[in-house]
Structures are given as C-alpha cells and as structure tokens.
C-alpha cells in the first residue's frame, strides 16, 4: 500500500467515525511525535521500573494503540520489554519471569482512596518480581485478623496493612503485629502508641493536607475558615490537627466547627448538620469552609446554593480527599492525597525489608505529601485581595 492511498484511506476511515460536527480528540503539544512519545516511555520506566499503556495514552491524550507501537518499536531497540497491558524495565525483563514474592494487601475496603493506592502497587509489582494478593476487612478488626491468617496460610512473604483502629486499645494492635511471623508494613495510619510506631509504615501527611487548605483559604482574604468533617474515618484526626495548628498560626478568628454523620444511612442529620454550619457562618462572619469528604462537600454546596448562596462568592467550599471533587455543581477546589505514589512507596519499602532479611529492624516511616488542585469552588481566580 503506498503512502498516498494509505492518507487517502486513513482519511475516509476519519469521516467514518468522526461525524464533521464532531471535533477528534487534540492531542497535547508534541504528543504525536513518535520520539517525544517514546522518550517519555522511556523516562517513566527508568523512574517507576514499569508503565501501562492505558495510564500512558490518557496522560498524553493519544490512543492506547498509538503507545503500544511506541512499545513494539522501543523493544526492538532493545531499551525495554514489553510484558501484558504496557512494559518494564530490562533489568526485571527476562520474560516471562516468575514472581520471585508473593505479598498480601489488606485494606478496608475497596469504594474509595484504596483502589488507587492498589494501583500505585501494581504499577511497581512487575519490576519488583512481586505477585499481590488483594483481601478485604471492610473495617472488622476480626475479619481483618482472619484475613491475614488466610494469606499466611497462602505462604505470603510479606504483608502491607492498612489496620482498622481498635477502639483506643494500640498496644492490642501492636502485640497482634509482632506476632505476624512476616515483616508488616502499615499503610495509610497514624499511631500515637510507640508499640505501634516501631513498624514500618507509608503514609499521607494529612496535617499537612489540612494545613494547605487553611493556608490557601488565608491568602484569598479569608480571616476565619470554618471545619466540617466526617468523624469516623482514620483520616479525620489529622485533618482536624491541620485545620487548628494552621488557625493558631496564622492568627485566624474562630469559626465554626462541625462533625458530620455519614449522610448515606442518615441522610436527614447530614441536612441538618449542614445547615447547622450554614447557620454558624452566617452569624460569626465566615465565608469559608474546610470540608471532609468530597461527599460531604458536595452536600454542603448543593446546600449553600439551596438557601441562595453564591459558591465561591458568598461561601468559599474546599472538599478533603479528590475523589469525586470535580463532579460537584461547583467543581470543587481539593486537597488531593498522592495515593498512588503511597502505593508504591509502601511495596518498595516492603521489598527493601525483605531484602534486608531483618523482618523486625529499625522502623522506617515515609510520609508523602498532599497537593492542592484549585477548581471554582474556592473563588482563587475572583477573590485575591478581598478580605472576609
């Protein structure tokens, strides 16, 4: 097929599927350059030992076909190998290779935040020669424990945890771990017991998280930024530490603070709670909110905007978590966890232990920070210099 009839056949394929009215998707400055594209594959398996083509074709807004090529054509090079869904490194691409550890992951549930920490992991796994079993504790201490007795059972090497809190009683959780045969590493919790500190642990730093949300709030003129949070999570704590050291240090006035129930079993006493907050603000002068979950958020703006509210001009909203932030009516501005980047860290540090062959050496904890992506909801391009 010459090069001419190929143009004219692309072309007629082009009109087949892209209706004229509708615009093909564009594609980002130098993305279509076979060597701008392939240097960028290049780069991220050198820094992440492996890539998928999915995660690849989205990021440059290219079709997974059009990466996949990229792939064939940089492992006939010899710079990479191509394994099942993307490529990985040639130094772990003696393919097919077997898994050389078989590692088990307990998380609490798989609705929400974990999924992408699971991702995280798996975008590591085939570098690291690592075969994950995935299991379930949907926040029961005694599933939790079983679960962990079913991947022992299994011949697991190692475990990475993310523990259900034990009503206050750490020193229970921590004699529980110890008595884990394979090293442990905790995953996405804070401990106040040293017992517990003593293991390894990845986490998000979600004081800081918090903090940068006060912070933000605080250049946008807002003197006074109220806290709304969903109590029952781990995460909840550190955020509220967050939100208050961040107040105290920027010498902020006070505002309201309020904790919010669920909402999907008690959908009433959310309203109620909300509008509780909603009352707060209005009487103490604060025109900004902190708030924890992206649901919960959301709740609030669909809220505010009922009584006749402008978000962000009368209230500035910023959501904790990123979820489903940008889906709200107003887009929300978020604290926005690196959960992938935690998955990661946590299966690496799992591996360098089991490397070490000291199962119960000198504990390491890695915290990664938060970012903020700012959307409409917190007024950042309408309220610089306006003081509340």
Not at 240 to 268: F, I, Q, S, T, Y
Not at 305 to 326: M, N, S
Not at 346 to 355: D, F, I, S
Request: glycine share 8%.
């Amino acid at each position: 097929m010459n090069g001419h009839f190929a143009t004219r056949l692309g072309a007629a394929w082009a009109s087949m599927w892209w209706p004229a009215e509708v615009a093909a998707p564009r594609e980002p400055r130098g993305a279509h350059l076979p060597r701008a594209r392939q240097e960028h594959l290049l780069r991220e398996v050198e820094l992440r030992g492996s890539v998928r083509a999915a995660a690849v074709a989205a990021e440059l807004g290219v079709s997974e076909v059009t990466v996949r090529r990229d792939i064939v054509a940089l492992e006939r090079a010899g710079r990479l190998a191509r394994v099942h869904g993307g490529a990985i490194a040639l130094a772990s691409a003696t393919a097919p290779q077997a898994a050389r550890l078989l590692v088990g992951v307990v998380v609490p549930g798989t609705a929400a935040h974990f999924p992408d920490v699971l991702r995280g992991m798996e975008s590591v796994s085939h570098a690291q020669r690592v075969r994950m079993v995935r299991a379930v504790s949907h926040y029961r201490p005694e599933m939790e424990e079983k679960q962990v007795e079913r991947l022992l059972a299994l011949g697991v090497d190692g475990l990475v945890v993310a523990p259900t809190p034990r009503a206050g009683d750490e020193e229970r959780l921590a004699a529980w771990i110890a008595s884990i045969p394979v090293p442990v590493v905790l995953l996405e919790r804070r401990f106040g017991s040293m017992a517990v500190r003593a293991f390894d642990s990845v986490r998000t730093d979600h004081v800081h998280g918090a903090a940068l949300a006060v912070e933000h709030l605080a250049r946008l003129g807002h003197r006074g930024v109220a806290l709304a949070v969903y109590d029952r999570t781990p995460t909840a704590p550190s955020v509220r530490r967050g939100h208050d050291e961040a107040v105290r240090r920027l010498g902020l006035r006070p505002a309201p603070d309020v904790a919010l129930p669920k909402g999907e079993d008690d959908p009433e006493d959310l309203d109620a709670a909300l509008q509780d907050l909603l009352d707060g603000c209005a009487a103490t002068g604060t025109a900004a909110v902190l708030a924890h979950t992206d649901d919960h958020a959301t709740r609030l703006v669909e809220a505010a905007l009922d009584r006749g509210l402008d978000v962000p001009r009368d209230l500035a909203v910023v959501a904790y978590d990123d979820e489903v932030a940008a889906f709200a009516p107003v887009p929300l501005t978020a604290v926005t966890p690196p959960r992938r980047a935690v998955g990661r860290e946590a299966l690496r540090t799992l591996v360098e232990r089991l490397g070490e062959g000291e199962p119960r050496g000198a504990g390491r904890h890695v915290e990664l920070l938060p970012t903020l992506t700012v959307r409409s909801s917190c007024g950042a391009a309408t309220s610089a210099g306006r003081s509340r």
